[in-house]
């Protein structure tokens, strides 16, 4: 052992019991409440806990296969995770104490260039001179005294509460199993935002409404609307109907394709709204076949075209289960776990047929269902067995030539495009649980993202789920019909990472900012999204922690997406006229409202013909959600309504360029200062988009805090930053309103 290595020691001793002092003022300081403090003071170098590597080293590389009995302090990392495909660059990169080491390379073919670490084996060399020896000491004391640790309340946490508290002991944060009287930084629930009523700070992981937006039947509109814009864009989710309230409309498609070929015989799937893992789904390949009754009540549920050629790996039908972090969704922020789950059917794949349409190992990879096959292999190896790691089969697929760096570049896509899509409603929810100015905490959410990749490698969404399984144990029959869960080392491999590293970016005394800036030029529109191992810069707190395994992908590629965030912007208008805090319609009052400020009628369109409006949309939409309780019209019903009236007033533009020439009218017009006529009406409507009644009925959005969000994270299309920004934004708009305004008669007349 050299003398340097003993100076280490005792440093760390130092260090230790340093940090048991602060541990236990903290203790002290919380003794009323039942706690349990996670793991002993950070030890920034510890010779003692070989898993953990100063040298800032890739997870990936330093890591090796555990089995599941080992848990607690260990890197959490995959074999071949896809930091490893990197694809370009040397890899080699400097860490924060001035070591150097190199990363492995997978290229397009699967080939593995290896590197050497100048460090000294698994433990970084610290600087002998004394000085800055006891410089470094003091720097460590300091800042272990400033910082208490992170709080975290687990009591909601329920099925993830194993892979939590892994995640916060690794981490060296505090648990709270029980709850906490004061207020802790992050509150953990198992299920929704609501788990827990009575939080008025911190962090909590769930969005207020990500349940609702993501069933299926709300997933596939606000997916439909997309595609109603950018068809090009959107066509990554599978064509489908709601039913029973297009069920006509989905007898009379499918029959018109089958008259036109009689060699077609395209097959669908079945799924219940707010069902989940695999329950109640079936296909179909005739409409008659449809379940349309449960009991006594109409089914909601939809329908959707059957992707009968998915790409096979040992004959078997596999999807990916892919983590999302949206951290923040004003403004928009959204990382990809580098890692992720695949999960296998267990009965060879063959076209469906009107023989094999009932065979649920064959159709459905749904993990829940495949485990009850005899066919099921538990694997303690991550790239065999039914339930294998991402990277493993990405590895696997580059190793047979498959280019799975476009593979990687159009899930990202998928991904950022889904969250656009779900965004506008979410931000409904959101200012209707947390109003702006009403105390509350911010929230951030890991989302599942269920992908399957045809034969042809486009990958296709089919769904997201706002509560994916965090489990890391798996169901195993012991005896007969006896099931016990058992540690499962590909869940724990997988979740441990995106849970602590989820929490590493939501930690409140990171010093780091977050935001990464969007990519210097840009990528342009339909150009692929690079994968390459990244060197994310560590904050100091992060101590001997692997790098991150989740990778920021929203703002970093701003100008690829911005473009598609048009109906947030009609959300953004219909928040600002839905009046009374906590709704989540528009009345007709308001409607009429949002229609005079922006000065959308004229004698073409009287305000007569606004109430028709209203009245029609409005009562069509409630027989389509019958079981919503508010009465009045909800966002989906709005954007509708902005469709109609952007046709109207644009009549020979292409649908996308009327939305977004009506959206730009209607922000330009509330940009500008109202006049006397619209100050007249603002005294006769609580709905008004005005500072003066936003204490109580008034906007929601004031213009404020749009400028801010706009200026943080580009909020598309919102107020402009500055004052100079937002004089010259509105110019433009205004020069863009006279414009239209004069571009022909027949949008002038409507
Ligand atoms: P659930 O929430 O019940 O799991 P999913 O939409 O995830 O519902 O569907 C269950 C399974 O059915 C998926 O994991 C997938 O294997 C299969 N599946 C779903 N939709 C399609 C589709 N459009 N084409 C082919 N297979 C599908």
Redesign the pocket.
């Known amino acids: 052992m050299s003398d340097h290595y003993v100076k280490v020691k005792v440093q760390l001793e130092q260090m230790k019991s340093f940090g048991k002092e602060d541990a236990e003022k903290e203790k002290e300081e919380d003794e009323e409440e039942q706690t349990s403090m996670s793991s002993p003071p950070p030890a920034l170098v510890s010779p003692d806990t070989p898993s953990i590597n100063t040298a800032d080293r890739d997870a990936s590389i330093t890591c090796k296969h555990r089995g599941g009995k080992s848990r607690g302090g260990k890197n959490s990392c995959g074999k071949h995770s896809i930091t490893d495909l990197a694809l370009h660059g040397s890899g080699k990169k400097s860490n924060r104490l001035g070591g150097h080491e190199r990363t492995l390379h997978i290229r397009g073919t699967g080939k593995i260039l290896q590197g050497k670490s100048e460090n000294n084996g698994n433990y970084v060399t610290i600087h002998p001179s004394k000085n800055i020896q006891e410089t470094c000491s003091k720097d460590v004391f300091k800042h272990a005294r400033k910082r208490r640790p992170v709080t975290v309340d687990t009591a909601k946490a329920k099925t993830s509460l194993e892979a939590l508290k892994l995640s916060i002991k690794q981490l060296k944060w505090k648990e709270f199993p029980l709850g906490r009287r004061a207020p802790c930084d992050i509150y953990w629930h198992g299920v929704s935002f609501h788990d827990n009523e009575n939080i008025v700070s911190g962090q909590v992981n769930k969005f207020p409404g990500m349940i609702e937006m993501l069933r299926?039947i709300n997933m596939s509109r606000a997916v439909r609307t997309m595609q109603e814009l950018f068809p090009d864009e959107y066509d990554f989710y599978?064509r489908s109907w709601i039913l029973p309230e297009e069920y006509q409309q989905f007898a009379t498609q499918i029959r018109m394709v089958k008259e036109n070929d009689a060699t077609v015989n395209p097959t669908f799937?079945v799924?219940?709204d707010s069902?989940?893992?695999?329950?109640?789904?079936y296909l179909i390949r005739d409409p008659s076949d449809l379940k349309l009754m449960g009991g006594s009540q109409a089914k909601q549920s939809v329908v959707?075209?059957?992707?009968?050629k998915?790409l096979l790996i040992d004959k078997l039908?596999f999807?990916i289960r892919l983590y999302v972090l949206l951290k923040s969704m004003e403004p928009l922020e959204i990382y990809i776990a580098k890692e992720g789950l695949t999960?296998f059917?267990t009965e060879p794949y063959q076209e469906p047929s009107q023989k094999n349409l009932s065979h649920v190992f064959m159709?459905?990879?749904?993990y829940?269902l495949n485990v009850h096959s005899c066919n099921f292999v538990h694997s303690d190896s991550q790239s065999t067995g039914s339930k294998r790691t991402l990277s493993s089969v990405l590895y696997r697929l580059a190793a047979k030539g498959v280019d799975i760096k476009k593979v990687w570049s159009d899930i990202i896509a998928l991904v950022i495009k889904t969250i656009i899509a779900v965004v506008p409603e979410l931000r409904v929810y959101y200012q209707a649980d947390i109003p702006p100015g009403k105390p509350g905490p911010t929230c951030f959410q890991i989302l599942g993202f269920?992908i399957?990749l045809m034969k042809n490698l486009k990958p296709?969404l089919?769904?997201v789920?706002s509560n994916p399984s965090m489990r890391i144990e798996h169901e195993q029959e012991v005896a007969p019909g006896v099931f016990e869960y058992v540690p499962s080392p590909v869940d724990e491999e997988v979740k441990v990472g995106v849970i602590r590293d989820t929490l590493r970016l939501m930690d409140p005394f990171s010093r780091k900012s977050s935001i990464s800036q969007p990519k210097a030029g840009g990528f342009e529109h339909r150009e692929e999204i690079p994968m390459e191992a990244e060197t994310q810069e560590k904050s100091p707190d992060d101590g001997a922690l692997p790098s991150l395994c989740l990778k920021q992908v929203y703002p970093k590629y701003t100008k690829q997406f911005n473009h598609l965030r048009v109906v947030e912007r009609i959300a953004a208008l219909f928040i600002r006229f839905l009046g009374v805090k906590g709704n989540m319609r528009l009345g007709p009052t308001a409607f009429r409202t949002f229609i005079r400020t922006c000065k959308l009628s004229n004698s073409n369109f009287t305000m007569a013909s606004v109430d028709i409006l209203y009245i029609d949309i409005t009562r069509r939409w409630s027989g389509a959600m019958p079981d919503s309780r508010e009465a009045g019209m909800g966002l989906q019903a709005f954007v509708e309504a902005f469709f109609h009236l952007a046709a109207r007033r644009f009549k020979v533009l292409t649908m996308r360029e009327q939305v977004v020439s009506l959206v730009e009218l209607c922000e330009a017009q509330l940009e500008a200062p109202p006049s006397v006529e619209d100050r007249r009406s603002v005294s006769c409507s609580r709905a008004l988009p005005t500072n003066q009644q936003d204490s109580d009925a008034g906007p929601r959005q004031p213009a404020a805090r749009l400028s801010r969000s706009h200026a943080k994270g580009g909020q598309p299309g919102l107020p402009a930053a500055s004052k100079t920004q937002a004089s010259h934004a509105q110019g433009q708009r205004r020069e863009l309103v006279f414009r239209l305004s004069n571009t022909s008669p027949q949008e002038q007349g409507n």
């Open positions: 299926k599978p799937i799924k219940p069902g989940s893992q695999g329950d109640g789904i959707q075209e059957y992707i009968h998915p039908k999807d999960r059917c159709h459905l990879t749904n829940s269920d399957l296709v089919l769904e789920n």
